[in-house]
């Protein structure tokens, strides 16, 4: 935990009171703002690829931990029936992987389908309304 402390400290020094850093991500949140009100169809899909770009490095953290516990259980076996346990352990980590993977996408794909436009219209313009105040302000405008 204090890791985490120290780099958002780092991380709110540098990019929170420096001014060049405040007005590049104040202009990024308004030129995307824009993009997202002007074409909200190719923002919807960009939502969909980033959202599921989350998921799968959930999904591989995951799969990271499953990982080194079937390496931990397979040394404590002894025989050829360590190798054997390792060896299917792998191979059903790899299959639920790509399983899941297919199945987290298809949701993610029809959530945000069927999230209606002026949902991301209204997002659009709360990130323009943010950046625009940063800009103003010469601030950062998060917690």
Known sequence: MRIISFLTTIFNKLFGRTTIFIVIIGW??????????????????RLAGQSFGYVKWYLRIMGLFLLMLLGSLSTKISGIFSLLVLIVGIMALVKGYLFLEK?????????????????????ALIQIVIGALMLLLHRRIWF
């Open 103 to 123: 199945i987290a996408s298809l949701k993610i794909k029809t959530w945000v389908e069927n999230v209606p436009i002026h949902y991301l219209r209204v997002c």
């Open 28 to 45: 990024f949140l308004v030129f995307t703002g824009v993009w997202m009100l002007v074409s909200a169809q190719k923002a919807r899909k």
